[in-house]
């Protein structure tokens, strides 16, 4: 996730190739060092890690990388916002071997249009590194694969354990003892839950978990996919519930970037937040990070409890015409492994590896606690903007979310906008 506005994610997936012209940094960074079957050297390399971490971690991998297995990796270094604006019109003009992507909904969204190369010479040989679930998650509808992943991480409740252990707060696991908690937080003069969405993005972690709590998985996931039941007394239930929590809320939350609320955490200003480890991880550094803590999103119906968990997973594909499809997929050989995963993430510990066998006494403990979560769900999603549409996720979903928080009253009407609009972008296919 960006630090940036993400309101115009993905709008490159509307553009036609001229997009290009005015996005250089989004073009390929050069010849790939060999044809698509000539087994070059280099490997040319898209990245939307452009700042300081990740791009340190990537930086030392690729070093390792070749002394593996002789590849040069060529990156091309671009910030998260650009990259995602514009990966329609880059994957379609002249874009790199190798690219960072995401599972879910985005993947299948290049590979059905044909702008990915599956990858399934890779997984003759990774395969056994990964479990049945990480599979799925790298296969799109034809049955080919198209990504290897690389890390993920949970969307969860953190807070900071030292001012649990101070006030003796205990995690809750039900929705009244959730409320019952803030209250208390309030009553001791703290923000009970940091919330910060000027970017529009962090709120649909909310909004992923509520509903997976209220509605199940299998709702949750039908309603990203296909968009049918957004004017239904289910999604309304949703916001329902969520209204109960604004009250709760840090003061002016319309126009503070996650970091802000994650700081409000940090400096023990603010009780609990409900963020991704991969973002509050970069703030909860050093000694830090053994004070954060996490617990699962509390359980509303009984019927659902807690078993599902929001654990985004990022990886790597590989364009549709490579210049050097022999040393991507030797690359993506060697991604592809515990030992190349635990090396990157011992510069960048805010996330988790993907591959099956990672010496996890080497995670911090946050590290730990999410592992401990993620493969304690019985079912994992994605994050709304890569469990559905581009199309719809954030030129839809972000005004709409933004105006139920800013007028909580007006659920009927806005769910009404957004079925419609959900219907037409459906209607138009992909």
């Known amino acids: 996730m960006s630090s940036l506005s993400r309101r115009n ?36 390399f898209g990245s939307n890690a452009a ?3 990740p791009k340190g971690a990537y930086e030392k991998l690729f070093t390792e990388a070749k002394k593996a297995t002789g590849i040069t990796v ?9 990259f995602q604006q514009n990966i329609s019109s880059y994957l379609q003009g002249n874009p790199d071997d190798v690219f960072n992507w995401f599972a879910g909904e985005r993947m299948q969204f290049f590979a059905g249009q044909g702008l990915a190369s599956d990858v399934d010479d890779v997984w003759k040989t990774i395969g056994g590194n990964y479990t049945a679930a990480m599979k799925t998650q790298s296969k799109s509808e034809d049955g080919h694969y198209y990504l290897v992943p690389f890390d993920y991480y949970p969307w969860a409740v953190f807070y900071s354990k030292s001012v649990f252990k101070s006030k003796g707060y205990t995690a809750p696991t039900s929705w009244d003892d959730f ?26 972690g909310t909004f992923d978990y509520l509903n997976m709590r209220i509605n199940g998985f299998d ?31 840090s003061a002016g939350f319309a126009g503070l970037t996650w970091q802000e609320g994650a700081q409000q955490l940090l400096n023990q200003k603010a009780g609990m937040m409900v963020l991704g480890l991969d973002q509050i991880g970069t703030i909860f550094t050093g000694d830090k990070a053994a004070d954060l803590g996490l617990f699962a999103f509390p359980e509303i119906d009984s019927k659902n409890g807690q078993d599902a968990v929001e654990a985004p997973v990022d990886g790597f594909m590989v364009s549709k ?52 979560l993620i493969t304690g769900a019985k079912s994992l999603s994605q994050f709304m903007d890569r469990d ?3 199309d719809f996720a954030d030129p839809v979903m972000i005004p709409a979310i933004q105006k139920f928080l800013g007028n909580p009253g007006d659920v ?13 972008i459906w209607a138009s296919g992909s």
């Open 321 to 372: 015409s490579p210049k050097n499809k022999d040393g991507a997929v030797k690359l993506l050989k060697y991604l592809g492994t515990a030992k190349a995963q635990q090396l990157w993430l011992g510069t960048n510990p805010a996330d988790v590896a993907t591959a099956k066998g990672v010496d996890t006494a080497k995670y911090t403990q946050p590290q730990n606690d999410a592992v401990k």
């Open 219 to 249: 709702f949750h996931i039908d309603l990203m996919r296909k968009g049918d039941k957004w004017n239904t007394p289910q999604v309304k239930a949703v916001f329902d519930q969520w209204r109960q929590l604004i009250p709760y809320y």
């Open 9 to 44: 994610l993905l709008r490159g997936a509307a553009l036609g190739a001229g997009v290009l012209a005015t996005t250089p940094l989004l073009s390929a960074c050069g010849d790939g060092g060999g044809s698509s079957g000539g087994g070059g050297k280099t490997v040319t």
């Open 412 to 424: 009927s009407s806005i769910l009404s906008n957004v079925d419609k609009q959900a219907k037409t």
């Open 74 to 82: 060529k990156p091309n270094w671009v910030d998260h916002n650009t």
């Open 51 to 53: 700042v300081p971490q």
């Open 179 to 204: 409320i019952a908690l803030a209250k208390k937080m309030k009553g001791d003069g703290l923000t009970p839950i940091a919330f910060a969405n000027k970017d529009g993005w962090p709120a649909m």
């Open 388 to 390: 559905t549409r581009p």
